[in-house]
């Protein structure tokens, strides 16, 4: 098979996120974990015209709370947080089977040597340094809750 150019077709894993399974991630829950309000709003924005539904919280004790309470799809962490820092939420969310394999993306507003270690030893996924870029979050978070799909199929809420 072959492209307009005659140059060959991506591989199917290659081709962007198609309007369908867009459709089909409407349904995912997102809690943000931010206590800064305009990065907040910012991440509010970006993703509520993406159609997910927004669990939102300020700070790392309620965040671990809400986790439990609602099952949340996918988490976006910030680090700095008043009461339980990002990376202490994220150690005891793995500790928990509902959550061993839950997407995490940490985010920080200094990036600092060392931080992307203590990140993926803390166990979230990947790593964002503010100021974040806006335009590649909503692709990352497709991506990663595809990934996650596959993975477990058992998690797909449409079957
Ligand atoms: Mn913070």
């Known amino acids: 098979m072959e492209g307009e150019a ?3 077709l991506p591989c199917p894993w290659q081709q962007p996120t198609s309007h369908i399974q867009e459709k089909q991630l ?3 829950k997102i ?5 800064n309000p305009l990065n907040m709003r910012l991440l509010e924005m970006v993703l509520s015209a993406k159609n997910y539904t927004l669990l ?3 700070n790392g004790e309620e965040a671990l709370d809400m986790a439990m309470r609602e099952r949340p799809d996918f988490i976006i962490m910030d680090i700095q947080l008043p009461k339980m820092n990002g990376l202490e939420v994220a150690r005891k969310l793995r500790e928990t089977l509902a959550f061993s394999h839950t997407p ?4 920080t507003a200094y990036a600092m040597k060392g931080d992307k270690e203590r990140v993926i030893e803390s166990g979230c996924d990947a790593y964002l340094s503010k100021p974040i870029n806006t335009r590649e979050l909503p692709g990352m978070i497709a991506e990663m809750l595809l990934q996650r799909r596959k ?3 058992s998690t797909n809420r449409n079957e």
Do not use: F, Q, R, S
């Open 151 to 153: 993975d477990n199929p």
């Open 104 to 107: 995490i993306i940490a985010i």
């Open 6 to 8: 005659g140059l060959p």
């Open 31 to 35: 809690l943000i974990v931010e206590d």
């Open 26 to 28: 409407m349904k995912e």
């Open 56 to 58: 939102k919280t300020t």
